[in-house]
């Protein structure tokens, strides 16, 4: 109970910051965010399928919010690596994104290619991110999805000299949210 807690006051402390009370408002409570890196010695993937994300349909803002620690790796090692070492999730535990949708336009303005524009903070570092999405409606639910690359020098990631051949300098990304009604 105290863990459900602890994830679900964030949630509401996102929604109040971003959106306040407006109508028009989706949430999704279980997105999926996964990379993938690319090494010569061994590939590196890991999933986070504990990614929170609301968007707000009337002023097209949106805000992702994640927990590094969330991320699952195929092993452990991996894991304790990506976390102590290079994400240091004990100093900086969360990733945020807040962004606007800047590309809607016309009638199936939810439907098809998109462009989101926002502030990425992550290690400690904002920076201004563009992502194309594609956004679907399936079943009563807006679909968001997409990938995009990050370069782990813009975000301060520090590799030892001894693994630089073996770390991608850029990681891709991939994620697929579903949004359905926020209700209160």
Not at 83 to 111: A, C, H, M
Request: aromatic letters at 10%; glycine letters at 6%; a negative charge.
């Amino acid at each position: 109970m105290k863990r459900r807690t602890k994830i679900c006051i964030p949630i509401l402390l996102l929604h109040l910051a971003l959106f306040g009370q407006e109508r028009g408002n989706m949430i999704c409570r279980q997105g999926n965010l996964s990379f993938f890196s690319y090494t010569s010695v061994e590939n590196i993937e890991a999933v986070n399928n504990q990614v929170v994300s609301v968007l707000n349909l009337e002023n097209k803002e949106i805000g992702v919010r994640m927990l590094m620690r969330a991320f699952v790796f195929k092993k452990a090692l991996m894991e304790e690596h990506f976390n102590e070492s290079y994400v240091e999730s004990d100093i900086y535990p969360r990733l945020t994104f807040t962004g606007k949708i800047s590309s809607l336009e016309g009638e199936n303005q939810w439907n098809g290619p998109n462009l989101i524009v926002g502030i990425m903070d992550f290690h400690g570092v904002q920076k201004e991110v563009k992502v194309r999405v594609n956004m679907e409606n399936q079943n009563g639910k807006l679909v968001l999805s997409g990938d995009f690359s990050v370069a782990i020098d813009d975000f301060n990631i520090k590799v030892p000299p001894l693994l630089v051949p073996n770390i991608a300098k850029d990681i891709q990304v991939m994620f697929r949210f579903e949004y359905a009604p926020y209700e209160e």
